[in-house]
């Protein structure tokens, strides 16, 4: 019954930009963001915003990072690019329970 379908990620050089999209179906979620991982490491929180619109980012993003939301969808505008954002990033929701998207890859490398 819940769907979260994201876009946007693909092969970028550092400094560039990539926008993500997550669009979220079912259900209106508390919490929305965006999470990131790469082999072998544990899975670790890079934006989340509220439905009241708080936002919370990681420390290795802000400044570079926007996560914004309009009713089902949430969004990462990623500017500045470093290799080390590459990773698998994943939407998440939260109302009660926690659902995931099936994750969209971000490659920074030159």
């Known amino acids: 019954q819940v769907q979260l379908v994201e876009s946007g990620g693909g092969l970028v050089q550092p400094g560039g930009s990539l926008r993500l999209s997550c669009a979220a179906s079912?259900?209106?979620?508390?919490?929305m963001g965006w999470y990131r991982q790469t082999p072998g490491k544990e899975r670790e929180m890079v934006a989340v915003?509220?439905?009241?619109?708080n936002t919370n980012y990681a420390d290795s993003v802000k400044g570079r990072f926007t996560i914004s939301r309009a009713e089902n969808t949430v969004y990462l505008q990623m500017n500045s690019l470093k290799p080390e954002d590459t990773a698998v990033y994943y939407c998440?929701?939260?109302?009660?329970?926690?659902?995931w998207g099936q994750g969209t890859q971000v490659t920074v490398s030159s």
């Open positions: 079912g259900r209106i979620f508390s919490i």
């Open positions: 915003i509220s439905s009241s619109r």
């Open positions: 998440y929701a939260y109302d009660y329970v926690a659902y």
